[in-house]
Nanobody, 124 residues
Framework: VQLQASGGGLVQAGASLRLSCAVS????????VGWFRQAPGKEREFVAGISGRGDSTRYADSVKGRFTISRDNVRNTGYLQMNSLKPEDTAVYYC??????????????????WGQGTLVTVSS
């Protein structure tokens, strides 16, 4: 499984960004997709996850109501719509894939496959 994250950038607080995660795999719906982030000097943290069919989602409390995860199983792509961005959202964002049988894990150790990361910088 290969993943390619894109869509990061520099925005002001209150702005929106949409991250994309293109996944190279034969049956995309067999994989849950998770988004994680890591800020400088901090540990990697779970942001959002979506099941293989897209019928179940999970969010970190810090992004609930602002971020929306989705997926297109025809285009083999996952998305993270980020609204009302805050400076504390600044981080490198990674997408990852886990076997759908795992549900929607929130722990990064359950995701064996990772993309390269895309930087999101939110200025105040």
């Amino acid at each position: 499984v290969q993943l390619q994250a894109s869509g990061g950038g520099l925005v002001q607080a209150g702005a929106s960004l949409r991250l994309s995660c293109a996944v190279s795999v034969s049956t995309f719906s067999n994989y849950a997709v998770g988004w994680f982030r890591q800020a400088p000097g901090k540990e990697r943290e779970f942001v959002a996850g979506i099941s293989g069919r897209g019928d179940s989602t999970r969010y970190a409390d810090s992004v609930k109501g602002r971020f929306t995860i989705s997926r297109d199983n025809v285009r083999n792509t996952g998305y993270l719509q980020m609204n009302s961005l805050k400076p504390e959202d600044t981080a490198v964002y990674y997408c990852a894939a886990a076997r759908a049988s795992m549900g929607v894990p929130i722990t990064f150790t359950y995701y064996p496959d990772w993309g390269q990361g895309t930087l999101v910088t939110v200025s105040s």
